[in-house]
């Protein structure tokens, strides 16, 4: 199994910036696709970037308008989501998720059946 750990969040004012660190440890070698999704309080969990874990190749929810960029360091097995320009319906907790393997299972990137392992969670809130 992979464990995946958050850190990062806080508390800042709209117009700020925030870095999330997610960090993967366990099989690790097994990570094929890692995300960030983000829950606010009465809503759903909803898909906010993801990464490719050896390509790099990313992508990212309409919401996010080059506001927020996802990267990772594979040596660290450690991805980062780096937040500016923040909003206060940016606020909510902030989870990264990992798929494990390259298996197909039909579920998108962009959806939370899509990943295996899951971390705590992140709370990040912005005042206005």
């Known amino acids: 199994q992979v464990q995946l750990v958050e850190s990062g969040g806080g508390l800042v004012q709209a117009g700020g910036s925030l870095r999330l660190s997610c960090a993967a440890s366990?099989?690790?070698?097994?990570?094929?696709?890692m995300g960030w999704f983000r829950q606010a309080p009465g809503k759903e969990r909803e898909f906010v970037t993801a990464i490719a874990w050896t390509s790099g190749s990313t992508t990212y929810a309409d919401f996010v308008k080059s506001r927020f960029t996802i990267s990772r360091d594979n040596a660290k097995n450690t991805m980062y989501l780096q937040m500016n320009s923040l909003k206060p319906e940016d606020t909510a907790v902030y989870h990264c998720a990992a798929k494990l393997g390259n298996k197909y299972t039909g579920y998108p990137v962009g959806t939370p059946n899509y990943y295996d392992a899951w971390g705590q969670g992140s709370q990040v809130t912005v005042s206005s």
């Open positions: 366990g099989r690790t070698w097994s990570i094929y696709h």
